[in-house]
Nanobody, 121 residues
Framework: QVQLVESGGGLAQPGGSLRLSCVGS????????IGWFRQAPGREREAVSL???????YSPGSLEGRFTISRDNAKNTVYLQMDRLKSEDSGVYSC???????????????WGQGTQVTVSS
């Protein structure tokens, strides 16, 4: 079946970096909008980066350019490079696919299991 599998999470210090990976199985990631979302305890899931089939990207201004999304078509993988991490970046990060250019998680399917990111000293 179609699967998206995330990896790369872990513990990082404030100011540090992590790179998350989202690998597609039985789905061509370059044919969809792929979104990275995060959810912190007690908070709603929010979009942190999107990339469409043409390579157009989006990240909310609130992230101040600290997150970068990219895609390697040969590896069928979408990456999320997270720099200058802050404690408020902690949460479960998941990727998902959509046919819509949308920040609404309800427009996405094929969610991965998520990977935990903890930013703490």
């Amino acid at each position: 079946q179609v699967q998206l599998v995330e990896s790369g999470g872990g513990l990082a210090q404030p100011g540090g970096s992590l790179r998350l990976s989202c690998v597609g199985s039985r789905i061509r990631l370059d044919r969809f909008v792929i979104g990275w979302f995060r959810q912190a305890p007690g908070r709603e899931r929010e979009a942190v980066s999107l990339i469409d089939s043409a390579g157009t990207t989006y990240s909310p201004g609130s992230l101040e350019g600290r997150f970068t999304i990219s895609r390697d078509n040969a590896k069928n993988t979408v990456y999320l490079q997270m720099d200058r991490l802050k404690s408020e970046d902690s949460g479960v990060y998941s990727c998902a696919a959509s046919t819509l250019w949308s920040v609404d998680p309800r427009d996405y399917d094929n969610w991965g299991q998520g990977t935990q990111v903890t930013v703490s000293s």
